[in-house]
């Protein structure tokens, strides 16, 4: 790992040190964003973001830094580690305190800026497609901690990621308590099924993704027929095709789920003309970075 910014100066990677009484390590009290650039462009930067303050907002966490210096702050650490295609890990905790559950004896927040390579898959699945598997452990719901806000307690999706990976799967499904298809540990979902493209809407209790946006979009402008609608595991086992979505996965296809195939069990031409259009789509929409 290269230059990380931390909390306000760009050290070696094995120098960013995290205080014992951040309560970002002790309780997971903060937020993060994950943000990746192609070309020498932050893949819509300025909506992640947005996304960040509002879920900063949301568990009345005061980030420090206005929304221009996040952005100059992205910005440099891509230039600090020369790096033009890559990931970032931006996050937000409410910083040092005491040992004591209340955030009110954490004064100032702590900011770490993070970029290096990722790959969330193998690049053959992308070719072959993946295969899920409904996992027991519940989507949080969104009257107790809001999947909408990206908050650093991610114990939920782990513990999800640990079941499906026992069950020799890489991605989970995760349901929530009403038995409604959510989202993956790290990705939204969606299914095409009698010539619409469904995904869960966001009162199920999914992150409102950057990448899943971004894809109702190109399908909208690709004259499809969108919907925002529950669904149970017996529409995904009937879809047509089926893929998931996020900023580290892009957009990968699901060929099979609990053991049954979807659709004709390869990638639909569905998701690799979407994915195509999303992938020009990343060479023209973001901030620039040099």
Known sequence: MGKVYCNGEFVSGDQAMVPVTD?????????????RS??????KLREHLKRLYQSAKSIHLDIGVSFEEMH???LETYRKNNMPDGYCRLVVSRGKGDLGLSPSNCLESSIFCIVDAISLFPENMYQQGLE?????????SVDSLNPRIKSLNYLNN???????????????????REGYITEGTADNIFIYSGRILKTPPLFAGVLEGI??????????KLGMKVKEE?????????ADECFLTGTA???????????????NGVPGEVAKELLAHFRALTESDGSVIF
């Open 23 to 35: 309560h970002g390590f002790l309780y997971g009290d903060g937020v993060f964003e994950g943000i």
């Open 38 to 43: 192609y070309k020498g462009r932050v893949f």
């Open 72 to 74: 100059e702050i992205v």
């Open 132 to 140: 899920v598997k409904t996992v027991s452990t519940r989507k949080n």
């Open 158 to 176: 782990i513990l999800a990621k640990i079941e499906a990976n026992q069950a020799g799967a890489m991605e989970a499904i995760m349901l929530n």
């Open 211 to 220: 990448t899943r946006n971004a894809i109702l979009e190109i399908a909208v």
């Open 230 to 238: 529950l669904f149970t595991l017996h529409d995904l086992y009937v």
């Open 249 to 263: 996965a892009e957009l990968i296809s699901v060929v099979k789920a609990d053991g049954r195939r979807i659709g």
